[in-house]
């Protein structure tokens, strides 16, 4: 019933930026938390950043100060700004949206398809 929707993946070059949208259709009133996980080939899957209804946030923390989380709540729709990106950030980013009772298992709550992101020369 709940889909969400990723879009602006992309190749970059180190140092550039992209912004990951990911929009929810369906019924979502109860969800509390949105975040961006994101897995690298031969990595396990990390949690990159996740956002509150209310917008708290918190970050993996070899992006803090280079990714910002930002949720529109009116658009059922979260965000995440990647700057001065680095070729170790290239991954599958997927987006999730969960209670916060069901957070902590990732078979509940609701996954985005993935969109890959690309940092290279």
């Known amino acids: 019933q709940v889909q969400l929707v990723e879009s602006g993946g992309g190749l970059v070059q180190p140092g550039g930026s992209l912004r990951l949208s990911c929009a929810a259709s369906?019924?979502?009133?109860?969800?509390?938390?949105m975040g961006w996980y994101r897995q690298a080939p031969g990595k396990q899957r990390e949690l990159v950043a996740r956002v509150t209804s209310d917008g708290s946030t918190n970050f993996l923390d070899s992006v803090k100060g280079r990714f910002t989380i930002s949720r529109d709540n009116a658009k059922n729709t979260v965000y995440l700004q990647m700057n001065s990106l680095k070729p170790e950030d290239t991954a599958v980013y997927y987006c999730?949206?969960?209670?916060?009772?069901?957070?902590?298992?990732?078979?509940?709550?609701?996954w985005g398809q993935g969109t890959q992101v690309t940092v290279s020369s």
């Open positions: 999730r949206l969960a209670s916060t009772t069901a957070w902590g298992d990732s078979e509940r709550g609701y």
């Open positions: 369906g019924s979502i009133s109860s969800i509390n938390l």
